[in-house]
Every structure is written in C-alpha cells, then in structure tokens.
C-alpha cells in the first residue's frame, strides 16, 4: 500500500534551517507529482510546494518567497523540503502528500516550531 513518511523537523530558532525528507513507497514514485503542505494549530492544511514527477516542474506558496526548495530523488524514492529564513509563521505540522490513482495519500507529518 501507499506509504509515506515524513522525518527532519525539530525546535529551530527564527532565520534557521531545516531539511524535510518523505520517503515513499507502494507507489511508482517515478511517475507521480508530490507536494508538501502543512497545518499550524487552529488554521486550515496549506499548499506549500509540488514537484512534477521529473523534477522539472516546481511550483511555490507565495509565502515561501524564496525561502523554501523543494527536490526529489527517483532514485531513493523521496522527495525534500529545504526550509531557510524560518520565521514564527512557519511553526507547523508539516505533511508529504502523493495524489495517485485519483486520490490524496498523506503520511503522518513531521512538526516544525520556530522559536527562540
């Protein structure tokens, strides 16, 4: 079956990094377009990037600015979230999602605080 999951996030200070990873499975990741969003306490889940299934094709949430890169590695069947200049808005759940086979697949989320 489709899995997903996500790993990297931790307490970053504001202007810090963080490097997300969601490692995939029971899917042809090859073929498929992924996507990070992520849900602060109290607010709806938010689109934050996609990546096409080449990596040729990347799209951003206007938040994001520049700040976050997104990547993906066919080869180890996962896809990244470079996270840089965080500041206390970017404090969230953050979640990998695969839509394959008209469908949302989601894993269980790595948490990201930025705080000092």
């Known amino acids: 079956q489709v899995q997903l999951v996500e790993s990297g996030g931790g307490l970053v200070q504001p202007g810090g990094s963080l490097r997300l990873s969601c490692a995939a499975s029971?899917?042809?990741?090859?073929?498929?377009?992924m996507s990070w969003y992520r849900q602060a306490p109290g607010k709806e889940r938010e689109f934050v990037a996609r990546?096409?299934?080449?990596?040729?094709?990347?799209s951003y949430a206007d938040f994001v600015k520049g700040r976050f890169t997104i990547s993906r590695d066919n080869t180890k069947n996962s896809v990244y979230l470079q996270l840089s200049s965080l500041k206390p808005d970017d404090s969230a759940v953050y979640y990998c999602?695969?839509?394959?086979?008209?469908?949302?697949?989601w894993g269980q989320g790595t948490q990201v605080t930025v705080s000092s």
């Open positions: 029971g899917f042809t990741f090859r073929t498929v377009a």
């Open positions: 999602n695969a839509y394959y086979i008209d469908r949302d697949y």
């Open positions: 990546i096409s299934s080449a990596g040729g094709t990347i």
